[in-house]
T-cell receptor
Framework: NAGVTQTPKFRILKIGQSMTLQCTQDMNHNYMYWYRQDPGMGLKLIYYSVGAGITDKGEVPNGYNVSRSTTEDFPLRLELAAPSQTSVYFC?????????FGDGTRLSIL | DQQVKQNSPSLSVQEGRISILNCDYTNSMFDYFLWYKKYPAEGPTFLIS?????DKNEDGRFTVFLNKSAKHLSLHIVPSQPGDSAVYFC???????????FGGGTRLMVKP
């Protein structure tokens, strides 16, 4: 099925470890986004991209990095995991229609 | 400073009745508003949207109303069905849906 695919679905990290959350879309969308959702809260924009090679910060970018080498992929990198980064992370893409979301990655940092 | 607020964390409605979910915003530059629906362990799915040039948009059982002077929008679901039980997020944008600002969500429970 066409859509946004996020891997892994779940992950537990130790403080100070690093990891990359993967996001791939097969809809040839130019726009891609990373959000985090903390318990009981709405989604907050971390980073976004308007096309391959172009990225920009959102509302809460500290502690994260992104890259966009292809139209399909938009990985999110955590370099030094901190407990405050425990959250559910959603990737989204957009063409001419509203943003289409993946099913999320639940990340716990202990 | 929350620019988009959903003041009711939860709402319980009887099947067949109307569900009304509310959303308030503070940024007068917002010109496009959306509602997303989210089931547990899934990503949000787009439900309905409205541009600031309109005051109402309807899609089947779902209607969104926009009151620009009050900076308020609402989502009406008629009739409500048990399958509508989910968390509903209101979102707003200043640039036609590119960057979205989300509210905190309202959990709707529709009782059979």
């Amino acid at each position: 099925n066409a859509g946004v695919t996020q891997t892994p679905k779940f992950r537990i990290l130790k403080i100070g470890q690093s990891m990359t959350l993967q996001c791939t879309q097969d809809m040839n969308h130019n726009y891609m986004y990373w959000y985090r959702q903390d318990p009981g809260m709405g989604l907050k924009l971390i980073y976004y991209s308007v096309g391959a090679g172009i990225t920009d910060k959102g509302e809460v970018p500290n502690g994260y990095n992104v890259s966009r080498s292809t139209t399909e992929d938009f990985p999110l990198r955590l370099e030094l995991a901190a407990p405050s980064q425990t959250s559910v992370y959603f990737c989204a893409s957009r063409g001419n229609q509203p943003q289409h979301f993946g099913d999320g990655t639940r990340l716990s940092i202990l | 400073d929350q620019q988009v607020k959903q003041n009711s964390p939860s709402l319980s409605v009887q099947e067949g009745r109307i569900s009304i979910l509310n959303c308030d915003y503070t940024n007068s530059m917002f010109d496009y508003f959306l509602w997303y629906k989210k089931y547990p362990a899934e990503g949000p799915t787009f439900l309905i949207s409205i541009s600031s040039i309109k005051d109402k948009n309807e899609d089947g059982r779902f209607t969104v109303f926009l009151n620009k002077s009050a900076k308020h929008l609402s989502l009406h679901i008629v009739p409500s069905q048990p399958g509508d039980s989910a968390v509903y997020f209101c979102a707003a944008s200043t640039n036609a849906g590119n960057m979205l600002t989300f509210g905190g969500g309202t959990r709707l429970m529709v009782k059979p």
